[in-house]
């Protein structure tokens, strides 16, 4: 069995979301999970303990597992995480140039079908398919007082 196979059924069977992985020529595996309302230490310490018990019966040869939240600037995914953080900021790589660039910074103005539109900074609409995004991140945006 894959490792990202053993994680998308463990991860969420333990009640937390699986946002991404990482796994190093050195044979770390970082595993970086969520949950609507926030992690805790010990939840990355359940989570640890379980996937290295799964790893050991799974055989899975690694030097090193780590277990962490995405952070404030989490990266963007699956479609899905466009729809939960619609109205946040984001900033967006593509593969291919649009208009000359392919870095896009603004809020998430809507989500239709694959199709995912953000408001950029001068007030302008960009819109971009899903698949035509090779990275996306929330950007951290201080609260206002």
């Known amino acids: 069995m894959k490792i990202h196979d053993i994680l998308e059924t463990t991860v969420p069977g333990l009640g937390y979301e699986l946002v991404d992985v990482e796994i190093t020529p050195a044979k ?3 595993v970086f999970i969520d949950k609507a309302d926030g992690l805790s230490v010990e939840d990355c310490a359940e989570v ?3 996937l290295g018990k799964v790893f050991l019966a799974e055989e899975v040869d690694y030097n090193r597992l780590e277990i962490s ?5 989490r990266p963007l995914k699956k479609l899905g995480d466009y729809q939960r953080f619609n109205g946040r900021l984001v900033r967006i790589k593509t593969f291919e140039l649009f208009d000359g660039q392919k870095v ?3 809020h998430i103005n809507s989500v239709d079908g694959e199709k ?3 408001q950029l900074e001068n007030g302008n609409l960009f819109s ?3 698949p035509d995004i090779s990275r996306a991140r929330l ?5 206002k007082k």
């Open 28 to 30: 770390i595996i970082r």
């Open 48 to 50: 640890s303990n379980h």
């Open 69 to 73: 939240s995405p952070g404030l600037e």
């Open 104 to 106: 896009f910074l603004g």
């Open 116 to 118: 995912i539109t953000i």
């Open 128 to 130: 971009v398919e899903f």
């Open 139 to 143: 950007v951290y945006e201080p609260k």
